[in-house]
């Protein structure tokens, strides 16, 4: 097999680029999604307080057989979690549902531009557990270049990870040059659109990119699925991209990805499909009275 594609963090490690989404994957069908990616071959899995399925991403992990040190566990603290005296709390609770005594990546999931103070508490913790060695690398999610700037002035360590929504309708070009120009890996959610699919009715018209013509006609020259060149989209433009499935057949052909590359034109191909319209929530609009929902840390 050829080897997997790994990038390497602000702070010296290396991970895998292609790594396995499981937001909005039920509870219930995470662990065997968990072990059929690691069976695969993926090393990565990208989870959150917020999915509801730490648990069952950490079960799988243990039923894969699989060393510790060799696969990348990515989780994200919630805005409920935020403020100074609770997300310490957050993180911990994060570790106990996974079982695990550390975890590799560890990131804010959003901002919260109207209480950027909780923000910042929040991101102090994480430096905190970097230092304790609970964690290897931190970093955030759904970042704007302004929230980067602002959290980079009040705290010491720059974000390894911005985790935001890339997709060929969403290329987020704005939020990519800050993340390279400062040093900070670009992770992509909904790497293939997903989010299309599930909120259709937010995104009027952007329809599903698996069936663009530029995607197809790429496919067929490749002799790969259109799923499988916008990953390859995501790998050659340098990103980490944490693409979902619970149907084994896309879980091993999400993988099939590391023995051919796109041509630079064909790259900016699919760059020109960006509608600049995001699937998902404005980060700016996101704060704990917007978005009551709290995670159960009991
Ligand atoms: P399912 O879980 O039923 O396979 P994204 O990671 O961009 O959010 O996309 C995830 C969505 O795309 C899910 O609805 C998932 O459905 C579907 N999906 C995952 N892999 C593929 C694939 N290779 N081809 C088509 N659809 C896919």
Request: proline residues 11%; aromatic residues 6%; negative net charge.
């Given at each position: 097999m050829t080897a997997q594609t790994t990038v390497t963090l602000n702070n010296g490690l290396e991970i895998p680029a292609l790594g396995f989404g499981v937001f909005q994957t039920p509870p219930e069908e995470t662990i065997s999604s968990v072990t059929t990616a690691l069976e695969d071959g993926y090393r990565l899995i990208d989870t959150a307080a917020?999915?509801?399925?730490e648990r069952e991403v950490g079960e799988g992990f243990r039923q894969s057989g699989l060393d510790r040190s060799e696969i990348v566990v990515e989780s994200k603290l919630w805005i409920s979690d935020y403020q100074a005296d609770k997300a310490e709390v957050g993180f911990e609770a994060s570790l106990r549902r996974l079982g695990l005594?550390?975890?590799?990546l560890y990131l804010l999931h959003q901002p919260t531009p109207v209480d950027f103070d909780d923000t910042i508490a929040a991101y102090q913790m994480l430096e905190q557990k970097l230092a304790e060695g609970k964690v290897r690398a931190i970093g955030v999610s759904n970042f704007s270049p302004d929230h980067l700037t602002r959290l980079i002035e009040k705290t010491s360590i720059v974000p390894a990870i911005n985790q935001v929504e890339v997709h060929p309708y969403f290329t987020n070009a704005t939020v990519q040059h800050a993340d390279a120009t400062l040093g900070i890996l670009t992770q992509a959610w909904s790497p293939i659109g997903g989010i299309h699919r599930y909120r259709?009715?937010?995104?009027?018209?952007?329809?599903?990119?698996?069936?663009?013509q530029v995607i197809t006609e790429l496919a067929a020259k490749y002799g790969k699925t259109p799923a499988q060149i916008v990953l390859r989209w995501h790998l050659d433009e340098g990103r980490s991209a944490l693409p979902k499935s619970t149907k084994a057949a896309r879980i091993a052909e999400n993988f099939a990805v590391f023995d051919f590359s796109l041509a630079p034109a064909e790259l900016a191909a699919i760059d020109a499909?960006?509608?600049?319209?995001?699937?998902?929530?404005?980060?700016?609009?996101?704060n704990t009275r917007s978005f009551p929902k709290a995670v159960d840390n009991s």
């Open positions: 917020s999915y509801g399925n005594d550390y975890v590799d259709p009715s937010d995104v009027p018209g952007s329809g599903n990119v698996l069936e663009h499909l960006d509608t600049g319209l995001r699937g998902g929530p404005d980060p700016e609009l996101l």
